[in-house]
């Protein structure tokens, strides 16, 4: 099994990006930022939040702003 098989969970806060037509990322507390895809449907600007996926090591967005990370779940936290 390779590493970028591993299933991973991270915490941050979800930020709305608008550019190259609209993308939503999730800032981590230790400053890293990903790029969402796969399961979010529900995600909010500004909402704190707990995903489960995995990082998409062969994907490349158009957003640019840090590594493709496929939501598997998501919880919001309060």
């Known amino acids: 099994m390779l590493a970028s098989d591993l299933m991973s969970k991270i915490v941050g806060t979800v930020k709305r990006n608008d550019l190259a037509g609209g993308h939503w990322t999730l800032e981590t507390e230790s400053g890293e930022t990903y790029q969402l895809a796969g399961k979010i449907a529900g995600l909010r600007d500004g909402m704190r939040a707990s995903v489960e996926g995995k ?24």
Do not use: R
């Open 55 to 78: 990082v998409a090591k062969d994907v490349m967005g158009i957003g640019m702003t840090g590594p493709t990370f496929t939501v598997e779940s998501l919880t919001e936290l309060k």
